[in-house]
């Protein structure tokens, strides 16, 4: 899923800047704030927010937890790489905002209108709003542990919940804002109508939460909802129509529809060009989404040149450090991988580290995603000390950014798992591989597709260790669930299938193994073709298990 970029020719002819410049203090303008959120400047050196506000609005704690929550997402928003440590004072009159040592406030001070005009503080780390005046210690000493980053009863304001669901979204608190989208759809339902385009709104941030979810078939009944309401509303060529398709071939492609996928992405890009031109940041993006489906089909060498003129026009649009460049350099990385190429992936994948390094800081969450892709191009290679090292890097990061319960840290404590596998310590990959399941089955519940993907790895973690029993039994479990959430012809429940047939074959039941084999064999051919990688590996482990079972004839005992 990917919203507008931001950053086009035309989109920054609409940018105003906000100028309080005090270059003594550090002020700096970093970004545009939206007007009603009334930031007056920033101090970047201290972290530090000047915002008008009124004193009714500081002491209502509903109003502030509405107010704080749409500053955080404009702040992730401006990429401000303050983390959640910035904090905040409020003040009445904007002409008074500032520091009580600034000299332009030296006589504000001394008259106490200064003091007068100074009435909150918010502390974005602790969580913690202070109302003042301090004179009042009453007050301040029982307003002093309001936190304020979960109150239940917002406003309803639809868009203020809105953009509640998309901090907690980003967040990884997936049910949480769920619930808020829902709401702030159902709001917009009855005040709008139910074809307003506020509603295709919320209902394609409603399909973002369940598609993260694992719910397929409700984000994708969701996200075309909105694409038809907004072709209604806009006509077909408009560019909302084309994120709308972009957004259902993204869910698409995770149910492995690769053709219907394919088609939409390609509708969205079309439209994009369309609107944009050539060489837009959205066509990039576009572009970069035809290159995955196209890797996922199988069609590489289709892929990378997709990636590759992502690139091109991301380069061309905002210079060879940005994050965006940054992103299509892993995404060629990726295909290149896929390709064989493992020295050239990593020299992309090396680039992508190095740009997001430099455009965020080591402690981002896309600098764990670049750390985890170069371990994966490392284990591949061989070089599993070198791939364990950045796969715990990537961890920690995750680890510190999000917390220990996050999609992310379930992710990264698997791509160890599957390290540790192919070093031979079975024993600690088992404890990262359960560790994940324990997450996302903390997460997502027990029927998630991405529990049944951490069954399926313990299940292999297992019968590497010879305890075929216990493997099989993850394993048809993972099947089970991918077969429910997915159908049965999906890569997903093909790939379990494949090791429920080398699990019986190690048994020796040669005719069970035969038969899940083909059975893995003839989804994969039906979906990809009999020249994907994939598809012949299977044909490969089936021809192993007729060869087994011929040998079985010849020689009974």
Same mark, same amino acid.
């Given at each position: ?15 105003? =800047? ?8 550090? /002020? ?21 927010? /000047? ?23 404009? %702040?992730?928003?401006?990429?401000? *790489? ?28 001394? $008259?106490?209108?200064?003091? *007068? ?7 974005? #780390?602790? #969580? ?15 307003? %002093?542990?309001?936190? %304020? ?10 868009? @203020? ?7 907690? +979204? ?19 339902? *009855? /005040? ?5 385009? @506020? ?16 719910? =397929? ?12 309401? #907004? ?24 149910? +492995? ?5 394919? $088609? ?49 026009? @991301? ?11 940054? +992103? ?33 800081? $080591? ?59 192919? *070093? ?22 027990? #029927? ?76 994969? $051919? ?23 079972? +011929? ?7």
């Amino acid at each position: 899923m990917y919203r507008r970029c931001p950053c086009s020719k035309r989109a920054l002819l609409s940018i105003l =800047l906000l100028e309080f410049l005090v270059p003594a203090l550090g /002020f700096a303008a970093e970004c545009s704030f939206p007007e009603d959120l009334h930031v007056i400047k920033s101090d970047s050196i201290h972290k530090r927010f /000047f915002i008008e506000a009124k004193e009714d609005q500081v002491a209502s704690a509903k109003q502030m937890a509405s107010y704080l929550q749409r500053l955080d997402l404009a %702040i992730e928003r401006c990429e401000y *790489k303050w983390n959640k440590e910035w904090s905040a004072s409020f003040f009445s009159d904007p002409r008074l905002a500032g520091y009580k040592t600034e000299s332009v406030l030296s006589q504000a001070v001394q $008259s106490g209108e200064w003091g *007068k005009a100074y009435i909150g503080e918010y502390d974005r #780390e602790t #969580e913690i709003l202070i109302i003042l005046p301090l004179d009042a210690a009453e007050q301040r000493t029982r307003r %002093i542990s309001m936190a %304020i980053a979960e109150v239940p009863d917002l406003p309803d304001d639809s868009k @203020d919940v809105n953009n509640i669901a998309q901090v907690l +979204r980003d967040k990884g608190d997936l049910n949480s804002a769920l619930r808020y989208a829902q709401r702030a759809l159902k709001a917009d339902e *009855k /005040f709008y109508g139910a074809e307003h385009p @506020d509603v295709a709104n919320d209902a394609n941030l409603v399909g973002t939460i369940l598609q993260a979810m694992g719910d =397929l078939d409700h984000a994708l009944a969701y996200t075309r909802r909105a694409f038809e309401i #907004e072709k209604k509303a806009y006509g077909p060529d408009h560019p909302n129509v084309g994120r709308d398709a972009s957004n259902i071939s993204s869910i698409l492609l995770d149910k +492995r529809d690769l053709d219907g996928a394919l $088609s939409f992405a390609q509708q969205a890009l079309k439209i994009q060009q369309k609107a944009f031109g050539l060489n837009d940041c959205t066509v990039a993006i576009d572009a970069n989404n035809i290159g995955t489906i196209l890797r996922a089909k199988g069609a590489l060498d289709g892929a990378l040149s997709f990636a590759e003129w992502a690139l091109k026009i @991301d380069e061309k649009v905002y210079g060879a450090d940005h994050p965006n460049v940054g +992103r299509d350099a892993n995404n060629i990385a990726v295909v290149l991988k896929d390709k064989g190429d493992l020295d050239g992936a990593l020299s992309y994948a090396q680039r992508a580290l190095s740009i997001q390094e430099k455009a965020y800081g $080591s402690d981002h969450p896309t600098v764990a995603i670049d750390s985890n892709n170069i371990a994966t191009i490392l284990q591949e290679k061989g070089d599993l000390e070198g791939a364990l090292s950045y796969a715990q890097r990537a961890l920690r990061l995750n680890e510190k950014i999000h917390g220990p319960d996050h999609p992310s840290v379930a992710i990264d404590t698997n791509n160890i798992a599957l390290i540790l596998r192919d *070093k031979g310590d079975l024993e600690s990959a088992l404890v990262y591989a359960e560790r994940a399941l324990k997450i996302q089955e903390k997460l997502f519940g027990p #029927e998630a597709a991405s529990v049944a993907t951490d069954l399926g790895n313990i299940g292999v973690i297992l019968m590497d260790a010879g305890d075929f029993d216990a493997a099989l039994t993850h394993i048809q479990q993972a099947l089970q669930i991918h077969e429910k959430v997915y159908g049965p012809q999906h890569p997903s429940v093909a790939r379990d299938a494949g090791n429920i047939a080398q699990i019986l074959r190690s048994k020796g039941d040669l005719d069970g193994a035969a038969s899940y084999a083909q059975r893995a064999l003839k989804i994969l $051919s039906d979906r990809y073709g009999p020249d994907n990688p994939t598809t012949k590996r299977a044909a490969d482990n089936l021809r192993q298990i007729d060869e087994a079972q +011929r040998d079985k004839g010849a020689n009974p005992n």
